[in-house]
């Protein structure tokens, strides 16, 4: 064991530092190559202006009023929650936004219980898809206030809102959704 | 070589910032239209192929969103090109050659507005090592280019005033130029530097629009219409990517891409009608024209780039605009140009006739 701070001049000069990285090059055959460049900074620092467009202003708007509003395609019916403003599959305009509650049932979900950098929520934590109902689309969103355990497909669902001074163009203004079946009440 | 050709061309208008589109929103009108002049269904299509960049975007994949106005419900055949349209265009008349459909349908969309400022974005197509630390102004590459143009005799600042008026003032003859006027020389010299020797109106203004041509092969491209803009050649080069190394008073990439495209079309540039080049400052125009041995043709008839450059839809437009003057009847042959890259440095030759090879 040495200790670094003894030896400053080593750590200031890694190239004449080991001898193991030295061996290769002792090889006969193998030619002496400069020291290659392994880091260089050049941060870059970009701004953006995101155009949400007509149809998901429409949505973004309704969740800042505590509304979540879908729109039907007026050629095959479906209905889009959130809605763009062309439907995806006929592209005739969206009819006018109505509102949904929001219930619904959690079609497919998953566990996340891996940490990584920038992480917003404490592993372990539950994303699902969730079928809101008369919404032919599915809406992702969180599912607290159960254990991840008692999660299942089928599992009917409510949407928790943010406080009305807290409420923005976002879906964050839905907490998360959590399970609306008596036995959780 | 399979007959294919350009039957059809539509724009949205170039707008300094769109801020109430999104992708699809500025595409769908503009497909609609495409496709409706030629009485052709989206199920008709056999092939999409689209060119932008995430640059712009500032979202990765960030094209995926304009799948919307193409209706990628049930799924459909295609393929996109993170550069300008222009190349997407290529590659659709690629697929055509192979005959594996009859219709493709190309578009482009370019966001310049979305950047807040484009000078932090731009240095990242620059060589990360030597050239993008130094970030040198987004003009900067072209104001060398343009300075040893003029030092070189091939120029002058008052040539490049010309082209400029001539530009701007074609322009107001196209409704979907985002700048136009009838400027005079002198009020374009008193504009002031931004890059020397480039001033304001040498600098194509950057904007947001969309641009969709459609493609046919044979005899499905003489069912959609009574005239058709054949291509007849098309080639694409690239010069070296460390400009230092270029002479950068002349374009080698142009010249081989207009020789190879001469070859498979059986006519030259210096023999077409009209040519619209991609010229994003004033100086690339004679330089272009001196690569492709452009002699008595109308340059930019549309106004060009100067008049509007929608980022990466401006080469397609180039495409667009000159097979729009074969299919009305106003050229017999045409010579569109697209760029992509700093000074000039990839570039493509499409040379298009009103007949089909014979």
Known sequence: ?185 | MRDVAVVSFAQSPCEAANRRDDMAGILLPVIREALGAVGVDRDDVDFFASGSHDFFEGRTFAYIESLDAVGAWPPVSESHVEMDAAWAFAEAWSWLQLGEGDIALVYGIGRGSLAADLDQVLPAQLDPYFLAPLRPHRDALAGLQAAAMIDAGLTSERDLAEIVVRSLSAATGNPYAQKSGHLGVDQVLDAPYVSTPLREHDVAPVGDAAAVVVLAAGDAARRLGDRQAWVRGLDHRMDTHYPGVRNLTRSESTRVAAARAAELAGFGASEVDIAELHTEYSHAEPLLASALGLERTVVNPSGGPLAGRPVTATGLVRIGEAARRILDGRAGRALAHATNGPALQHNLVCLMSGEAAA
């Open chain 1, 1 to 185: 064991m040495r200790e670094p701070a003894s030896e400053p001049s080593v750590l200031r000069e890694p190239a004449s530092e080991p001898s193991v990285l030295r061996e290769p090059a002792s090889e006969p055959s193998a030619p002496t190559l400069p020291e290659p460049l392994t880091t260089m900074a050049s941060p870059f620092r970009m701004d953006y202006t995101y155009v949400a467009g007509t149809g998901r202003s429409v949505f973004l708007r309704g969740l800042a009023e505590g509304r979540m509003l879908a729109r039907r395609c007026p050629a095959c019916a479906q209905v889009y929650l959130p809605p763009p403003e062309f439907c995806s599959r006929c592209l005739s305009r969206l009819d006018e936004p109505f509102e949904l509650d929001g219930r619904g049932v959690i079609s497919t979900f998953c566990v996340v219980s891996f940490p990584f950098p920038g992480q917003v929520h404490e592993p372990p934590y539950v994303v699902a898809h969730i079928q809101v109902e008369g919404s032919g689309t599915r809406l992702m969103h969180l599912v607290r206030e159960v254990d991840p355990a008692d999660v299942r497909i089928g599992m009917e669902v409510e949407p928790v809102w943010a406080g009305e001074d807290e409420r923005e163009n976002s879906l964050t203004s839905i907490r998360h959704y959590r399970p609306a079946g008596d036995e959780y009440a």
